[in-house]
């Protein structure tokens, strides 16, 4: 990833305190020095780094979080109870970020160890962007994901969408869906309301009871977008091609028509299906 190349790079382990009893506070020291460098790269190295995300981790701009593969694990602690998000935007309203990078390491939300659902108000997202442009994921391994999205980019404002939250990109990540006693029923494992983007070349398992628990692999709203290359076993739709209807650049612009249009879905394989839901189309709500 070429912006890592002339950025400095800061190593987790150097972020974290004797008294501290994991790594939440690390990772929120971390990216407050990338931010106050004006950009950076946050290196985590093989291992296993607790978290509890409550609130969220926030990010920065110019900022890319990477590992050395699978093997390098961001997992959320033991009796951390309900939250919504692990790293990004709960609002709209917080600080937007751009140029934000994902590669090589895996989410761990271990459902074992906090054996809690994901609900209303409490949805267990992954990664979750209101207010962004320019957010790459490659690589990643989601395992398990419980929450009702791994990865959320979504520029909804209510009665329109923010036209310059766009620029998303999703290639050669995996996903494995665990949810633990009940399940958040609108889920998806990619969830995508924004312009301009392209999920490709990811894989999306769902085994034994989880089959007819996980819902869908990728939803889109509008275009432009392209959703190629994907595989799955078990999620019960592979691309939800919903609607969206107005956009514009900011609350006082005018508001310019965004019926789906520009949708590339080609090449895609989904296996396995054990429960279908009359989802095409319907709006989602979030």
Not at 215 to 238: A, L, M, P, R
Request: charged share 20%.
């Amino acid at each position: 990833m070429t912006i890592g190349l002339v950025l400095d790079w800061l190593n987790i382990l150097d972020f974290k305190e004797e008294e501290d009893a994991d790594y939440t506070v690390a990772f929120r020291r971390a990216i407050a020095a990338i931010r106050a460098r004006g950009g950076g790269v946050l290196y985590i190295p093989s291992g296993t780094y607790d978290i509890r995300p409550t609130p969220a981790i926030s990010l920065c701009s110019n900022l890319t979080i990477m590992g050395d593969g699978a093997q390098s694990i961001v997992r959320v602690a033991d009796g951390t109870g309900s939250y919504k998000v692990i790293f990004g935007q709960e609002n709209s309203t917080e600080a937007r970020v751009d140029s934000v990078y994902f590669e090589r390491f895996t989410i761990d939300q271990n459902p074992t160890g906090n054996p809690v659902p994901s609900s209303s108000g409490a949805s267990q997202f992954t990664f979750s962007f209101k207010n962004f442009s320019k957010v790459h994921f490659r690589k990643m391994e989601f395992n398990p994901t419980t929450g009702a999205n791994a990865i959320c980019c979504n520029a909804s404002r209510g009665s329109y969408i923010d036209t310059t939250c766009q620029d998303v990109t999703v290639e050669q990540c995996r996903f494995y869906r665990v949810s633990p006693n009940q399940v958040y029923v609108d889920n998806s494992a990619i969830y995508l309301n924004c312009p301009g983007s392209i999920v490709s070349n990811n894989k999306f398992y769902a085994f034994d009871d989880e089959t007819i628990r996980a819902k869908g692999c990728i939803e889109t709203h509008g275009g432009k977008s392209v959703i190629s290359g994907n595989y799955s076993e078990g999620y019960s739709t592979g691309v939800n091609a919903a609607s969206r209807m107005w956009g514009k650049e900011s609350e006082s612009g005018q508001l310019i028509s965004m019926v789906p249009a520009n949708i590339t879905i080609s090449g895609n394989t989904f296996t396995k299906v054990k429960k279908r839901y009359p989802t095409m189309g319907q709006p989602s709500r979030r």
